[in-house]
C-alpha cells in the first residue's frame, strides 16, 4: 500500500489518478483505491479537503493527482448576476458548500433549498458534473491563485498558535496504525 502524509507542486507530473466524490475527498485520513488498482492510505492535517487537481506525495516519491468525481448535483444557472448573487447569499446563509462559477452555482441535492430558491426567482435544475466548491473563509482561494487549502498553514504562519484552525498543540500527530 502507497502512503501519503503530503502535497506535490501543482506542476509535478502525476504517475496515477484518485477520483472521489465531494463527500470522500472531506475527509482528511482514510484508505482509497487509486484508478491502477493500488491502494494508498493519506493522512493530512485535520479539515483538509482534497481538492480536484490536488497532487498528493507518496513516500516512495510518486505523485498521485485528485480528480472530482462526476456527481448528481443541483445548478442554478442564469446571465443575471443579482440573481445568482441573491442565490449565493441564501445558501451561503445556511452554510452549503457551493460550487460558484460566473453564470452558475452548483450545490449537492437538498429539496428544501431548491424550493427556496425557486420561491426567489431562481431557475433550479439537476445536473450530474463533478464538484468542486469553495473552500470557506479560512481556506484557499478558489482554483487558480494559490497552491494552498483548507486548513493548511500560510507561508509564515505559525502552526502552533492555538486558535490556528485545525493546528496547534491540541493537535496529536498522524499515526500510520490508523489504517486497518
Sequence with gaps: MLFAESFADAETPASDRLVLPY??????????TLLSGEELGYVL???TVLKHGDRLLT??????VVEAASEVLLEVRTDDSL????AAYHLGNRHVPVQLDQRFLRFQPDHVLAEML????????EVEAPFDPEGGAYGAPAHGHAPTHD?????????????H???GPHRSPAKIHEFK
Design 23 to 32: 463527500e470522500v475527498r472531506r475527509k482528511s485520513r482514510q484508505r482509497v
Design 45 to 47: 492535517p485535520s479539515g
Design 165 to 167: 484552525p485545525g493546528h
Design 118 to 125: 425557486r420561491g426567489l426567482g431562481c431557475p433550479v435544475s
Design 83 to 86: 440573481l445568482l448573487g441573491r
Design 151 to 163: 486548513y493548511r498553514p500560510l507561508p509564515g504562519a505559525d502552526v502552533n498558535e492555538a486558535h
Design 59 to 64: 513516500g516512495n516519491g510518486l505523485v498521485v
